[in-house]
């Protein structure tokens, strides 16, 4: 089976940074696009930021300039720079990726959720 697993979630003042990390494991042959995704308290999951398998990148426009998402592909990894963190940041932030692997059945291609870690901005 395929996991991904975040971490660097956290209690931050305005102001303040934080780094998410997500890691993926398992039999993977390959990972295209990899995303950051937000949900606040009573409010729909929305799209913070995607990176594809050569670097390209798009973000929302609400953190444009402060945050930045990067990966390590050898480490099957993608990362969440967070800096300038407002109060409206505060949701828990799920990663998302496009990831190719095998089972014992065969070989397939589908979207994977992490658990989601809290990211809590406030003095």
């Known amino acids: 089976q395929v996991q991904l697993v975040e971490s660097g979630g956290g209690l931050v003042q305005p102001g303040g940074s934080l780094r998410l990390s997500c890691a993926a494991s398992?039999?993977?042959?390959?990972?295209?696009?990899m995303g950051w995704y937000c949900q606040a308290p009573g409010k729909q999951r929305e799209l913070v930021a995607t990176i594809g398998s050569g670097g390209s990148t798009t973000y929302s426009d609400s953190v444009k300039g402060r945050f930045t998402i990067s990966r390590d592909n050898a480490k099957n990894t993608v990362y969440l720079e967070m800096n300038n963190l407002k109060p409206e940041d505060t949701a828990v932030y799920y990663c998302?990726?496009?990831?190719?692997?095998?089972?014992?059945?065969?070989?397939?291609?589908?979207?994977?959720w992490g658990q989601g870690t809290q990211v809590t901005v406030s003095s």
């Open positions: 998302n990726a496009r990831i190719t692997y095998y089972t014992h059945t065969g070989r397939y291609t589908g979207a994977r």
């Open positions: 398992g039999s993977i042959v390959s990972i295209d696009i």
